[in-house]
C-alpha cells in the first residue's frame, strides 16, 4: 500500500499501534562551521519506535496526547513524519528537553517534564489505544518521560483489554509500569539488564523466566555491549550480531522493540522479528538520529544475526 501523505510503501495489512501517552519535544544543538545548528524534532520512546517501524515497511499508528506550547509544536513536526497520528489536545502538557552536541558528545542543558493527564484526557488516549491495537493486531505500550504522566496500573489494564481482544502486545517499560504491563500478559517483553537490576547471565536468565509464566511468549534482554538473552517459546538464546562502531547508543533498545513489533505484523516467526529487532538496534547505533535507519540496512544487517542456542 503506498501512503500519498508520506510517500512510504508499505505491506498491505502490516499496522502497528504505538502507545504513546505524552511525546517530548527535543531541542538539539550541534555545530555547524563552527556556529550553533539548532534542531527541533519530535521525540519520546513511543515516536521514536513508530520512526523505525516505519523504516520496515509496516504503517505506524501514534496514539498521543498533545498539549501546551510543546504540544503545539510538537503536533506540527509528527504531522510531517512517516507515521498515522491519531492524536488527543489536552491541557496536560508535554515535555521537552534541550542538549548540546557541539562538542561532539551530548549534555543535557535543560529538561521540562510533562504534566500528569487528567482523568478524561486519560480515558481519552486509553480509547484512542485500545480501538487501534485492536485494529492492527499488533500494538506497542511505550511509556511517558516521567511518571507524573499516568498511572503505573494503566499498562495492566491496556494490556490485558488489548490481548484478551486478540491483539499482540509488545512492551518496552521498566520498573513498575513494566510489572503491571506483565501482569497482563503481553506476547513480549523488551528489557535491559539495567532494569533487571542483573548482569549475571544465569540470574537473567530466571528473571525471564519469571515474566514468561505470565503468558508471555517472547522475553528479550538487552545487556549493554553483550549478545542480547532472548527467551522464546521456552527456548534460550544468545542474539550474536556483527560488531559496528557505534556513534550514538541512545534509542537502541527503542529500535530493537520496533523491529520485533514490525516483524510479527509482517507475518513472521518469534525468532526472525528477534533478529530483525537486533539488526534495528545495532543500525540505530551507527547514526545520530534516535529511532532512525534505513529499512534496507537493517534487512540486510538482520541476516547476519545469530540466535545462537544456550544449552542449561
Known amino acids: ?15 502497528v499501534a504505538v502507545f504513546a501517552p505524552s511525546p517530548q519535544l527535543t531541542v538539539t544543538v550541534e555545530d555547524l562551521d563552527g ?5 527541533l524534532h519530535a521525540g519520546g520512546q513511543g515516536f521514536w519506535q513508530s520512526r523505525m517501524i516505519a523504516a520496515l515497511g509496516v504503517e505506524a499508528v501514534v496514539c498521543a496526547t498533545f498539549g501546551g506550547e510543546t504540544g503545539r509544536v510538537l503536533h506540527t513536526l509528527l504531522e510531517g513524519e512517516h507515521v498515522e497520528l491519531k492524536s488527543r489536545l489536552v491541557a496536560a502538557r508535554n515535555g521537552a528537553y534541550v542538549h548540546d552536541r557541539r562538542d561532539g558528545s551530548r549534555s543535557e542543558m535543560v529538561e521540562m517534564l510533562p504534566d500528569a493527564l487528567s482523568r478524561h484526557e486519560l480515558d481519552d488516549v ?48 521498566a520498573g ?6 506483565v501482569r497482563g ?29 505470565s ?7 538487552s545487556r549493554a555491549d553483550d549478545p542480547a538473552l532472548a527467551l522464546l517459546e521456552d527456548r534460550l538464546y544468545l542474539v550474536r ?14 529500535s530493537m522493540t520496533a523491529g520485533i513489533s514490525a516483524g510479527l505484523a509482517l507475518g513472521m516467526s518469534l525468532t526472525d522479528a528477534v533478529k530483525l529487532g537486533a ?26 544475526v545469530e540466535l545462537e542456542p544456550i544449552e542449561e
Open 241 to 254: 550480531m556483527p560488531k559496528l562502531e557505534p556513534v550514538d547508543t541512545r534509542g537502541a533498545g527503542d
Open 126 to 173: 486509553y480509547e484512542l489505544a485500545l480501538v487501534e491495537g485492536m485494529r492492527a493486531g499488533t500494538a506497542v505500550l511505550s511509556g511517558p518521560s516521567d511518571d507524573r504522566v499516568l498511572p503505573h496500573e494503566t499498562y495492566f489494564r491496556l494490556t490485558s483489554d488489548l490481548t484478551s481482544n486478540g491483539c499482540r502486545v509488545i512492551v518496552d517499560l
Open 279 to 304: 539488526a534495528a538496534g545495532a543500525v540505530n547505533v551507527t547514526r545520530h538520529g534516535l529511532g532512525s535507519g534505513s529499512g534496507d540496512a537493517v534487512r540486510e544487517l538482520s541476516r547476519r
Open 185 to 213: 500478559g503481553p506476547h513480549v517483553v523488551k528489557v535491559s539488564h539495567e532494569e533487571l537490576g542483573e548482569e549475571d547471565l544465569a540470574k537473567l536468565i530466571e528473571k525471564a523466566r519469571e515474566i514468561a509464566s
Open 1 to 15: 500500500m503506498n501512503s500519498a501523505r508520506t510517500g512510504y510503501q508499505y505491506v498491505v495489512d502490516a499496522r
Open 35 to 39: 556556529e550553533p545548528d539548532v534542531h
Open 176 to 181: 513498575d509500569r513494566l510489572a503491571e504491563a
Open 215 to 221: 503468558c508471555v511468549h517472547g522475553v528479550v534482554v
